[in-house]
């Protein structure tokens, strides 16, 4: 069973930078996987912020970033923001072609 | 500007069938390249992926659901819908329709609609 991995919290200070990942029970993550990275905001759909694993998404802040690292696909916020406060999903693309949500990050900002 | 929206019954009881139906406009299901795709949450718990289809028919499901899961596409009514059989508690969630784009990512969402599933 293919399991994606995200960190279950963190927390940054105002101003502070943060790098979430994202990795693979199976293996390592590469651009081949597509990750893309989600914003879940209660209320609201969820919002697209990076996509084929470094590609910011329109009218998406140029604080968030994305990468591969050590193996893993990372979500980065340089200058976070309170608003930055929220879930974060990553989703990997798998060779058999299903899609599987890493288990979501949730991100204080304080 | 395309627009999908979910529609179906809100509440069920365990074993039946929950079906969900997501109309889009502002633009053709019948688009080369497009997948068009299911996707719920949980209360308190996160995304999970449940399967996307092609125009064409062609489906894609999450191993974990493929055996009581089905998804089909009306492409005369514009329209692609979820079937999912013998329902539990566990599957009380948000149910949100979405659009797989040539980038490989969900770029248009439905709002969701909460399915309940309670004797």
């Known amino acids: 069973q293919t399991v994606v991995t995200q960190e279950p919290s963190f927390s940054v200070s105002p101003g502070g930078t943060v790098t979430l990942t994202c990795g693979l029970n199976?293996?390592?993550?590469?651009?081949?996987?597509?990750s893309s990275w989600y914003q879940r905001t209660p209320g609201q759909a969820p919002r697209t912020l990076i996509y084929?694993?470094?590609t910011r998404s329109s009218g998406v802040p140029d604080r968030f970033s994305g990468s591969i690292v050590e193996n893993k696909a990372a979500l980065t916020i340089t200058g976070a923001q309170a608003d930055d406060d929220s879930d974060y999903y990553c989703l990997l693309h798998m060779p058999s072609g299903i899609w599987v949500f890493g288990g979501g990050t949730k991100l204080t900002v304080l | 500007q395309l627009q999908l929206q979910e529609s179906g019954p809100r509440l069920l009881k365990p074993s039946e069938t929950l079906s969900v139906t997501c109309t889009v406009s502002g633009g053709s299901i019948i688009s080369s390249g497009y997948y068009w795709g299911w996707i719920r949450q949980p209360p308190g718990k996160g995304l999970e992926w449940i399967g996307n289809v092609y125009y064409t028919g062609i489906t894609y499901y999450s191993p974990s659901l493929e055996s009581r899961v089905t998804i089909s596409v009306d492409t005369a009514k514009n329209q692609f819908s979820l079937r999912l059989t013998s329902v539990t508690a566990a599957d009380t969630a948000d149910y949100y329709c979405?659009?797989?784009?040539?980038?490989?990512?969900?770029?248009?969402w439905g709002q969701g609609t909460l399915v309940t599933v309670s004797s």
């Open positions: 199976s293996g390592s993550v590469s651009t081949s996987h597509y």
């Open positions: 979405a659009r797989l784009n040539h980038a490989w990512h969900f770029d248009y």
């Open positions: 084929n694993t470094n």
